[in-house]
């Protein structure tokens, strides 16, 4: 059973910094994102990780930096310079064969 759980959200002032973490099992996948939903808003992308190879939204470019551990099957997200505007909740999610997988989520709040 393929499971994604992300940890290390929470209340963080403007300009401060949080490190989420994905922790993956039952699969490997070779690409893998950080999502975010704020309240009203669609899913948006963040960031996203295939064979090394990073990209990012253009929101968070300088800012978020996206990680693998392959031994751990983890994937990392390092957020620094944070703003109120990159408050939502986070998702991991990783491309399948037929479909992509996600985690539960985590909240992000940032405050002015």
């Known amino acids: 059973q393929v499971q994604l759980v992300e940890s290390g959200g929470g209340l963080v002032q403007a300009g401060g910094s949080l490190r989420l973490s994905c922790a993956v099992s039952?699969?490997?996948?070779?690409?893998m994102g950080w999502y975010r939903q704020a309240p009203g808003k669609q899913r948006e992308f963040v960031a996203g990780?295939?064979?090394?190879?990073?990209n990012y939204a253009d929101s968070v470019k300088g800012r978020f930096t996206i990680s693998r551990d392959g031994a751990k099957n983890t994937v990392d997200l390092q957020m620094n310079s944070l703003k109120p505007e990159d408050t939502a909740v986070y998702y991991c999610s990783g491309l399948g064969i037929a479909r992509n997988y996600w985690g539960q989520g985590t909240q992000v709040t940032v405050s002015s």
């Open positions: 039952g699969t490997v996948f070779s690409s």
């Open positions: 990780i295939t064979n090394g190879r990073t």
